[in-house]
């Protein structure tokens, strides 16, 4: 079946960084490809998504860019804000079966002024 | 405003004492989910319903029934709830497309003693 893998964490870095956040998958047919954040106590929301090969993705300075060969969707931001501090979900939807939807583990990331 | 609305938002109860957790979306989203959020394991889908009266089995449906008798409405039911259950649950609806985001609702916290 279809699954997500995403770099483990917590991830801490200071106000200014620069994040990436891993995240390969394994999938059928073409699926497309989301980050999600949540913030605490609240639900997911979309970040950013990518729907076919070599599609960029990007949202409020978040970039990822969906790589078939690699099988991959990284998450990167240039300079990370005390704001950004939130989990990030990986997820896929497989076009062979819309109904299912596979999510990674969550990574947790922590900014620090 | 376009939301997913999940009640109640909290709950504490017993072993072995039926309880339903509702969902309602107000956009016209065909598709409907739930998931359940674990520390550690993600999010994990439970049921999913393409349109009204088209409900199937995620990847942990286990002690968990669902029905989809209006559009609009998703109830998530526990007929015999037990302590593995306590969780972190979301409701999710989109549009039909296997490359539509997901909009979630706030969470519902169960506690199953």
């Known amino acids: 079946g279809d699954s997500v893998t995403q770099m483990e964490g917590p991830v801490t870095l200071s106000e200014e960084a620069f994040l990436t956040i891993n995240c390969t998958y394994t999938?059928?047919?073409?699926?497309?490809l989301f980050w999600y954040v949540q913030y605490p106590g609240e639900g997911l929301q979309l970040l950013l998504k990518?729907?076919?090969?070599?599609d960029k993705g990007s949202n409020k300075g978040f970039e990822a860019t969906y790589r078939k060969e690699t099988t991959s969707f990284h998450l990167e931001k240039g300079s990370v804000q005390v704001s950004d501090s939130a989990v990030y979900f990986c997820?896929?939807?497989?076009?062979?079966?819309?109904?299912?939807?596979?999510f990674g583990d969550g990574t947790t990331l922590t900014v620090k002024p | 405003e376009a939301q997913v609305t999940q009640n109640p938002r909290y709950l504490i109860t017993v072993t072995g004492k039926k309880l339903t957790v509702t969902c309602s979306q107000n956009?016209?989203?065909?598709?409907m989910s739930w998931y359940r959020q674990d520390p550690g394991l993600g999010l994990r889908q439970i049921y999913y319903?393409?349109?009204?009266?088209?409900?199937d089995k995620g990847d942990v449906p286990e002690g968990y029934k669902v029905s989809r008798k209006e559009k609009r409405n998703f109830p998530l039911i526990l007929e015999s709830p037990s302590p593995n259950q306590t969780s972190l649950y979301f409701c999710?609806?989109?549009?039909?497309?296997?490359?539509?985001?997901?909009?979630f609702g706030d969470g519902t916290r169960l506690s199953i003693l």
């Open positions: 999710a609806s989109s549009s039909t497309g296997y490359n539509q985001p997901q909009h």
């Open positions: 999938a059928t047919g073409y699926p497309s």
């Open positions: 990518a729907t076919k090969a070599d």
């Open positions: 997820a896929l939807r497989g076009n062979t079966n819309a109904g299912k939807s596979t």
């Open positions: 956009m016209n989203h065909e598709y």
């Open positions: 319903s393409m349109n009204v009266e088209v409900t």
